[in-house]
Structure formats: structure tokens, C-alpha cells
């Protein structure tokens, strides 16, 4: 695979664990310690008498001392404006994770990184970007990812068996507690992978209302018991209702507690795992396809963050009905836009389209053009300008280009936002 290895690093608010290729293209999530660890405290601490920073475990001891600044929950840092402390915070502690990778790796450099991070959003991917570019890497080696593509990357690398129907990955710890749901839609190349994510938090909030939690939302044994049954009633549900091959249980939560009724709710005729590093190795296999060999470029993933619609434009071409993709789905929304030139027979109206394929549906809708100045038939120009400005709605933009020598354009525009339904 070239010079360098090629890392993969989940970004959580609690911890940041990271894995890297090995020689044949598998995932190895990096441990140390005695004990084998592989989660570092998503901390840092900053000591202002010998002006030295801390990351890690280090981090949380050092802060206990005098005259230092503890920074913890660090993607929450990278999801705001960051001011030059700010970037200190958040190089300091990568570069500290990007060491610990080549010491355990035993590689002498990295070559290219995968970020997963809970809230992927605009800004925590340019801060991100903007870190890494300080510590001497350039964009194109570095690519920023959800949880829930980490959670289909590594899904899609497992055996058939447990993805021929849905699979679910529920994640309990103190800051999350939901469900993602993975359907993969075969029919038509490229294949969808869809998620959608509950948020079952209304459940910890029952339990919690009859119940008290220990110190920072952490279970005592007795609420980690009546949880267990609440949730174990919410998955029996779940599986007489839908078709389910596997489920996966990761977080604090569900290492730190038995959860009997829960699995005896969801292990029968199902593949059932329970462990940490699915993010991690999920972003080393996304890594994978990003740097190294693609093997699943012929998937879309669709899921928040996502565009999960295509949108067409209705057109003519040599006299025969067509179209014009504007938008597809499994592109960042904030990243999707398009740009495309025709000629307006005559004023008229646009006629779009947006295709829900994983619900069977389409939504048409048109931009009225009928005010562009009047012209002779083809000789007038046309600029349609497409973006999302919102993961549900879309604006299309059509402004008159003219025609040549022969009409000189006005610039006039027409625009018109459509909320996807």
C-alpha cells in the first residue's frame, strides 16, 4: 500500500479510538496498556506554569493540578468558530493520537485518515480539514465521515448472512442512546444503503422518571435492570415487525451492565454482537475505499447528513424527451450543486422531479419561465443553478444567459425553493 499506513480514527465526545491496514487491507484497531485498552479520554489539559500540553489519560491526571485548563468533549470544540487556542487544543490532541498510531503501528508515517465523528456538519469537517493541513497533511489525505457511514462501512465488509435483511447497531452511552437501522436495497446498480436513526431517549427518560441514574447520567444496577426490560420490550417489538438478520450493542452502557432480557429478546434466528470498536474499524474500512482498493463504489449510502433523493430536470434532447441529473443520492448535502446550460425553445415552465427510490415515490414540481423576454424559438439561453440550503430543501436558480451577439442577456432570474417532502 505504498509509504505510510493508513489510519482510520473514531472522533467521539467521550473517548477516540484508532485503527489502521494492515498489510493485507484488514482493519487493526490499536491497543496499549497492560490491560489492552484502546480508548484515549477524548481530553486535554493545558499546564500554564511549564506551558505544556496533555491529551489523553495524562491529561485527565495532570488536570487535577494547580494552574491548569481541562478541555474535554473535544468535538463539540471542532463543531464552532475556533480561535487560535481552540486550534491548539485540537492539534495538540491529534497530534498526540497520530503518534500513538505510528509507535503501536510501528509505521514511520501516516499516509492518509479517515475522521468519524457523531455530528457531521459543515464546520467540524473545515476545522477538522484545517487541523490536519497544520500538522502537515493536504485535503485530499483526509476525510471526515459520520458514525452512521462508519456503521455501513463496516457492515458492508461482514459476511452476507448478516446484512441479507436489516441490521441494527443501538449505541448507549452517556451522550447518545439510539438505533440505527441499515436496510440495503439491491435491485438496479448502484445499490442504496439506507439508514435511519430513532433516538431512544424517550426510553431512558421512563425509566429515569422512577429510577435515578448515578453521577453523570451513568446506570445503577438497578435502573441498568429496568432499562434492560424497557428495552428488550422496544426490540421484541421491532423484530416482529420487521425482518432483522443482525443487531449490534455498543457503548459504556452496555459493557459496564448485563443485559439479559434484551438479549434474549433479539438472539433468536439472528446474529448478535456486542463490542467497542465497530466505529473505528468501520472508518478504516471506509478509509479503505477512500485511499487504497474501493470495493463498494458500486453503493450509495443514504442517511443523515446525506442526500437521500435524486433530482431531475426535464429536458429535450434531439427531439426526444430526457433528463438532467442535478442531484444524486449519497452526496453531504452541503457539498451538493450542480450547474447547467440550455436552450428555452420558448417561454415556458421547468418541469422537475425528485425521485424517492427507497419509498417508491416522486414529487414533481416546476419553475415558471414565462416572464423571460420574448425571443425567436432557440435563441434564448438558459443558466439553472442547483444547491440544497437545507437537508430538506433544495433552490433552483434559472437566469437568462441571451444568445450570442444576436441577444444580449438581461441577467434576469427566477428562483424557487422546494421543500422535500
Not at 425482518?243 to 432480557?261: A, D, M, R, T, Y
Request: charged share 30%; proline share 3%; aromatic share 10%.
Amino acid at each position: 500500500m505504498g509509504k505510510g499506513i493508513i489510519l482510520g480514527i473514531d472522533f467521539s465526545l467521550n473517548f477516540t479510538q484508532i485503527a489502521y491496514l494492515d498489510g493485507d487491507g484488514v482493519p487493526q484497531t490499536i491497543t496499549f496498556g497492560d490491560e489492552g485498552h484502546s480508548m484515549i479520554p477524548s481530553v486535554v489539559c493545558y499546564n500554564k506554569d511549564v506551558k505544556e500540553w496533555y491529551s489523553g489519560e495524562e491529561a485527565i491526571e495532570r488536570g487535577r493540578l494547580a494552574h491548569t485548563v481541562m478541555y474535554k468533549e473535544l468535538p463539540n470544540i471542532c463543531s464552532k468558530k475556533m480561535n487560535e487556542d481552540k486550534q491548539k487544543v485540537i492539534m495538540s490532541f491529534m497530534k498526540y493520537v497520530l503518534d500513538i498510531a505510528c509507535a503501536s503501528a510501528h509505521a514511520t508515517s501516516i499516509r492518509d485518515i479517515c475522521i468519524s465523528v457523531d455530528d457531521l456538519n459543515p464546520k467540524i469537517t473545515e476545522n477538522l480539514k484545517m487541523i490536519f493541513e497544520m500538522l502537515g497533511y493536504q485535503p485530499e489525505q483526509v476525510r471526515i465521515i459520520s458514525h452512521t457511514e462508519s456503521f455501513v462501512y463496516y457492515i458492508l465488509n461482514q459476511n452476507k448472512d448478516i446484512w441479507i435483511n436489516k441490521v441494527y447497531f443501538i449505541n448507549f452511552d452517556r451522550y447518545d442512546f439510539s438505533c440505527r437501522k441499515l436496510n440495503v436495497m439491491k435491485g438496479r446498480e448502484p445499490f442504496v444503503a439506507d439508514v435511519k436513526i430513532e433516538d431512544l431517549d424517550e426510553i431512558k427518560k421512563k425509566v429515569q422518571a422512577k429510577m435515578p441514574f448515578a453521577p453523570e447520567g451513568m446506570l445503577t444496577n438497578d435502573a441498568a435492570e429496568m432499562l434492560d426490560g424497557e428495552l428488550a420490550d422496544y426490540l421484541a417489538d421491532q423484530v416482529k415487525r420487521h425482518v432483522v438478520s443482525g443487531i449490534f450493542l455498543s457503548g459504556q452502557g452496555f459493557k459496564n451492565h448485563e443485559w439479559p432480557k434484551t438479549v434474549e429478546a433479539i438472539a433468536h434466528n439472528r446474529r448478535v454482537f456486542q463490542g467497542d470498536n465497530l466505529i473505528v474499524r468501520g472508518a478504516t474500512h471506509a478509509a479503505r475505499e477512500f485511499f487504497h482498493i474501493p470495493h463498494l463504489d458500486h453503493y450509495l449510502i443514504s442517511c443523515k447528513g446525506r442526500t437521500r433523493v435524486k433530482i431531475t430536470m426535464n429536458v429535450k434532447h434531439r427531439e426526444r424527451d430526457n433528463t438532467i441529473t442535478l442531484s444524486n443520492i449519497g452526496d453531504y448535502w452541503y457539498n451538493a450543486r450542480s450547474r447547467a446550460e440550455c436552450i428555452m425553445d420558448e417561454p415556458c415552465v421547468a418541469d422537475f422531479s425528485i425521485h424517492d427510490i427507497i419509498n417508491q415515490k416522486t414529487q414533481k414540481f416546476q419553475v415558471d419561465l414565462t416572464k423571460f423576454p420574448q425571443r425567436p424559438p432557440k435563441t434564448t439561453r438558459l443558466e439553472v443553478n442547483f444547491r440544497y440550503t437545507k437537508e430538506n430543501e433544495i433552490e433552483i436558480e434559472i437566469k437568462d444567459l441571451g444568445f450570442g451577439e444576436f441577444f444580449e442577456a438581461t441577467n434576469k432570474k427566477v428562483k424557487k425553493k422546494v421543500t422535500i417532502e
